[in-house]
């Protein structure tokens, strides 16, 4: 009797709190955050209706309300916390006051994992693996449609979902560790409900959950705890210059200033080179940064302190919560540069050793040298990029093999691309590739010839600097040039329905084996000499269609001959001997041939020979 009498006054108190308690309130951003922050103030998003003038207070030990910011827009309230070391992790409560109603809504502070902020990211010795979720492997049919997302899965139509998502990846982690892949790199997961061409995820509908047709939030942390225990890092995919036209800001815009705007859409010029032009205009540095880079994608205006704010936060969030180990920012001279570098400086505030890959898309050297931080650059600018991409030796790839030689075709182009790294801050930190989800497929760069395909990914083993390789690079996957979803097909196997499963060596045709295996050799080769991860580089000019390079350090000397003639040839070492005195001997590689270096060597046609040379 007396249970069921407390139990009716237990529900009498709550309908009595209920009938106060408004519901101004729709959403909280970010849903939790973390004590022992190296940063100790951030920032909560507050959005529901007419909350600007509502009084806020919380009554928590170790945590008080710095500042409570508001915009033109009266339903958005950004509520600055500071949390000091004295502030234990646990819930409290953030209470709104207006017109003598009440809100109550509740926060938490967890506790920041040990070491968080000393993690330790990727590095020049690590071999990166870049894929689309959504194109990799499906291993969860029942996510592949979702009630309130467009789309669902046509695997027939190449602009359309095709199902890939998570848990795909998260089976094939083995797979990637056994090819000798140290390091994986996803583009976005975060929810992107655009009508069509959703699946590459770059145009976000909320940044604080994963897109439910690739997995749940835990999911992420799933995967990186799957990389994690096969000795694999995970990076995660910064887009700090738009959003998608379908996220929800786009209701009910936070600020005027929140997005770039102009009076009809106007593109970006795409010019990335005018941040470098010493006599660029300001007419086109604004269109580059103003611009829209597609009309689904609202230009983001970082230099809004509220938005600059809340978008680190939204990294720190992932990469604290999905444990993550680095990040490749998407885009970075469409923002105003000098904001980007601080956006990302903000991040690394929380983690100092953490690197980050930039996308700098600009096509000499010495561009790409500026944006790597430690440049030194004359106007001051410090990126903060730890790593840049190598789109010129990118181009190199694309056309050496297909060129006979001359003074600067064929090889001469590695021979004169290397030769420009003395504008680098730290060549061991250039990110080199064949091709990504942007460019036409190296497998069509060099018309599907193995023995290009093969030289190309000895030279990409063996450069200067860290490897990136693109989903189904290793079985010399197909694409179609020129086009964007041409780029993108999906990994054979990856789904259940696939006539064959290309992750298997039965299921390889005898070609797709012969580039996988030559491939898995060079990672693992690479994977466990440091000489091609950090040695230094020496190169001799090419002659007669021979290139010569040495990658070298106190233990090892690995001599990389290439021959991009259709004929085979006989290379006499005599004029090598600078990098072979003392060495009698070598091994090849890839093939364990054992070559001697006291006559003259012989090159197959169209051929790149990684000797390890010894005594
Ligand atoms: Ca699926
Ligand atoms: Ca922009």
Request: proline share 5%; with cysteine.
């Amino acid at each position: 009797m007396k249970r069921i009498v407390l139990v009716i006054v237990a529900v009498f108190l709550l309908s009595i709190l209920h009938a106060k308690q408004q519901k101004w309130v729709q959403r909280v951003e970010p849903t939790f955050w973390w004590t022992e922050m190296n940063q100790p103030e951030f920032q909560v998003l507050l959005y529901g209706t007419d909350l600007s003038s509502a009084d806020i207070s919380i009554d928590y030990p170790g945590v008080t309300i710095s500042r409570k910011e508001i915009t033109d827009n009266p339903n958005y309230v950004f509520l600055y916390l500071n949390v000091s070391k004295e502030a234990s992790p646990g819930r409290f409560t953030i209470v709104l006051k207006k017109n003598k109603h009440t809100q109550t809504v509740i926060y938490e502070l967890k506790k920041r994992q040990d070491g968080s902020a000393s993690r330790k990211s990727f590095t020049g010795a690590d071999a990166l693996y870049l894929l689309m979720p959504d194109r990799f492997a499906n291993g969860n049919t029942a996510n592949d449609s979702v009630k309130g997302y467009h789309q669902g899965v046509h695997r027939n139509i190449t602009g359309a979902r095709h199902g890939g998502d998570i848990e795909g990846i998260i089976s094939n982690i083995p797979y990637l560790a056994d090819l000798g892949i140290t390091t994986l790199w996803t583009t976005p997961l975060f929810d992107n409900n655009d009508t069509q061409y959703s699946y590459h995820h770059y145009a976000c509908s909320d940044y604080y959950k994963i897109d439910p047709r690739l997995g749940k939030n835990e999911d992420y942390r799933r995967l990186s705890d799957s990389c994690h225990s096969k000795g694999l890092k995970l990076i995660i995919d910064v887009v700090p210059n738009h959003c998608g036209s379908s996220h929800w800001w786009l209701k009910d815009i936070p600020a005027k200033d929140w997005f770039n705007t102009w009076p009809v859409y106007t593109s970006s010029n795409y010019r990335m080179t005018a941040w470098t032009d010493p006599h660029a205009s300001q007419a086109d540095r604004y269109r580059l940064t103003h611009g829209w880079f597609a009309p689904n994608m609202p230009d983001l205006n970082l230099q809004n302190p509220l938005l600059f704010d809340y978008l680190r936060q939204v990294y720190v969030f992932w990469i604290e919560s999905a444990n993550i180990d680095g990040m490749r920012v998407d885009t970075y001279p469409y923002n105003d540069i000098k904001t980007a570098a601080q956006f990302i400086q903000s991040i690394r505030n929380e983690y100092p050793d953490m690197n980050v890959v930039g996308e700098c898309w600009v096509k000499t050297p010495a561009e790409i040298a500026y944006y790597q931080s430690g440049n030194n650059n004359k106007d001051g600018f410090d990126s903060r990029l730890t790593s840049v991409m190598d789109f010129c030796l990118k181009d190199v790839f694309s056309s050496a093999f297909n060129e006979t030689e001359s003074w600067d075709g064929g090889m001469a182009r590695f021979y004169s691309l290397y030769a420009q790294d003395f504008v680098y801050a730290n060549p061991n930190m250039i990110m080199n590739f064949l091709d990504n989800h942007d460019i036409d497929r190296y497998s069509t760069a060099v018309k599907r010839d193995v023995n290009k395909y093969k030289m190309g990914l000895a030279m990409l083993l063996t450069a200067r600097g860290y490897p990136q390789i693109y989903y189904g690079t290793e079985i010399m996957l197909d694409g179609i040039p020129g086009d964007y979803q041409g780029h993108r097909f999906d990994f054979p196997g990856g789904w259940a329905e696939d006539k064959r499963n290309a992750f298997t060596v039965k299921d390889r045709t005898i070609v797709e084996n012969e580039v996988f295996n030559y491939l898995r050799t060079l990672l693992n080769y690479r994977k466990n000499n440091p000489v091609l991860q950090s040695g230094l580089m020496k190169q001799f000019i090419p002659e007669n269609g021979i290139y010569v390079n040495f990658r070298y350090n106190d233990d090892k000397t690995i001599m990389i001959i290439a021959n991009n003639n259709e004929q085979p040839k006989d290379i006499d070492l005599i004029r090598f001997k600078e990098m072979l005195s003392g060495k009698n001997a070598g091994t090849e590689i890839t093939t364990s041939k054992t070559y001697s270096l006291k006559a003259p060597l012989s090159v197959p046609a169209k051929t790149v020979l990684i000797i390890d040379v010894h005594e």
